[in-house]
C-alpha cells in the first residue's frame, strides 16, 4: 500500500506562483508512475503532470506545459508541482495520484484557488 499527502495549497493572484507538495510513504518500491492530476469545479479530474520513475520521464498537460514544473526528491519520497503564471481556469483541487502494476493511489487533495 501507498499513502499520499499532498500540501501546499492556498490562494493566489492571477500570475503568481504556487508550489504543491506531496508525500509519499509505504512501499514507495512499487510506483511506476507518480504526479498530479486536479479537478475544477463541474468538470471531470484530468491530468496534469507526470513522472516515470524507470526513467524520470515527464508529461504535462496541454493547459499546463510550459507554466508548471514537476519534479521528485528520492531521498524525500517526495513529489513537487511548481505551478508559474497561474490563471484562474486553474483553480481546481489538486491531487497527488500514483500507479503501481496493479493498483492506483490518490491523495486527499490540496486546493487551489486563482483569483482574477
Known amino acids: 500500500q501507498v499513502q499520499l499527502v499532498e500540501s501546499g495549497g492556498g490562494l493566489v493572484q492571477a500570475g503568481g506562483t504556487l508550489t504543491l507538495s506531496c508525500l509519499a510513504s509505504?512501499?514507495?518500491?512499487?510506483?511506476?508512475?507518480i504526479g498530479w492530476r486536479r479537478q475544477a469545479p463541474g468538470k471531470q479530474r484530468e491530468l496534469v503532470a507526470t513522472i516515470a520513475t524507470s526513467d524520470g520521464s515527464i508529461m504535462y498537460a496541454n493547459a499546463v506545459q510550459g507554466r508548471f514544473t514537476i519534479s521528485r526528491d528520492n531521498a524525500k519520497n517526495t513529489v513537487y508541482l511548481q505551478m508559474n503564471s497561474l490563471k484562474p481556469e486553474d483553480t481546481a483541487v489538486y491531487y497527488c495520484?500514483?500507479?503501481?502494476?496493479?493498483?492506483?493511489?490518490w491523495g486527499k487533495g490540496t486546493l487551489v484557488t486563482v483569483s482574477s
Open positions: 495520484n500514483a500507479h503501481s502494476t496493479d493498483m492506483q493511489y
Open positions: 509505504g512501499t514507495t518500491s512499487s510506483i511506476n508512475f
